[in-house]
């Protein structure tokens, strides 16, 4: 597993291994692509400056437009439930710093993604483009309705928290295919996981988390709900 435009040295080595082993192996992550891929990615990269130093810690932090870039758990947690093999198509919803993406980009063969905050989709390409990753194709718009064009993909991954799971995304899924969202309200969600079968949708709960809010047509309003 490698990136193109980047080598793994840098000042943060240290913190970024230590993050892999204290909130991911310590808390039960086994998929061994998944941690090579988060030993990788440059996390600091992708938020400001100034908070590169917060960036291996264990919570969310601020990227501007009151989002956050996720907890490296949770990020963790829902790429290993995907139990991608590194031959699909994924569909990402909520690109926010791109750093999802990133990891995303090594354990799968493709990777699109949708952001509805256009400065935040211009930075996290930048950034994506910087440390050479080029399988993945980024959109301004509202990922509750899917992205049609490619459709259907293996599995589909959403960062922001809605009501219910957006009924496009589980039309864009192949059969077999999986779809992972946290659904709730709008202060608890509950991470659930959709598996596409022939006798039809079949969902599981797991992992409670905090998300920002899912807003679109198949989530919340803009304004309220
Ligand atoms: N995995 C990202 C999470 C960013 S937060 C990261 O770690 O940086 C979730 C993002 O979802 C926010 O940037 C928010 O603007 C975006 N979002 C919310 N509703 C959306 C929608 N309907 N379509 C696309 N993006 C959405």
Redesign the pocket.
């Known amino acids: 597993m490698k990136l193109n435009g980047y080598n793994g040295e840098d000042l943060y080595k240290k913190p970024r291994n230590e993050m892999v082993e204290n909130q991911l192996v310590r808390r039960g992550i086994t998929d061994q692509r998944v941690i090579a891929a988060m030993r990788l990615v440059p996390r600091h990269l ?1 938020v400001e400056e100034a908070l590169g130093y917060k960036a291996y810690d264990d919570y969310p932090i601020p ?1 501007g ?1 009151k ?4 907890q490296p758990f949770m ?1 963790a947690t829902m790429c290993e439930q995907l139990r991608l093999k590194g031959h699909e198509k994924v569909l990402e ?8 993406t990133a990891v995303l980009s090594l354990l799968a063969s493709q990777v699109y993604s ?4 256009g400065p ?1 989709l211009f930075k996290a390409r930048k950034v994506l483009e910087s440390v050479g990753i080029h399988n993945v194709a980024l959109k301004v ?4 309705l899917g992205w049609k064009d490619f459709a259907p993909y293996d599995a589909i991954t959403v ?2 928290g809605g009501p219910e799971i957006p009924k496009p995304l589980l039309e864009q899924l192949v059969d077999g295919g999986k779809l992972i969202i946290p659904v709730g309200n709008e202060v608890g969600q509950v991470l659930e996981i959709a598996v596409k079968t022939p006798g039809g949708i079949k969902i599981a709960e797991n992992t409670p988390c905090t ?6 047509e198949y ?1 919340w309003r803009e304004n309220g709900n």
């Open positions: 992708f990227i437009e989002q956050t870039i996720s990020v919803i909520g690109t926010g710093s791109g750093y999802q949708i952001e509805r905050i935040l718009g509202d990922g509750t960062s922001a998300f920002v809010r899912l807003i679109g989530g």
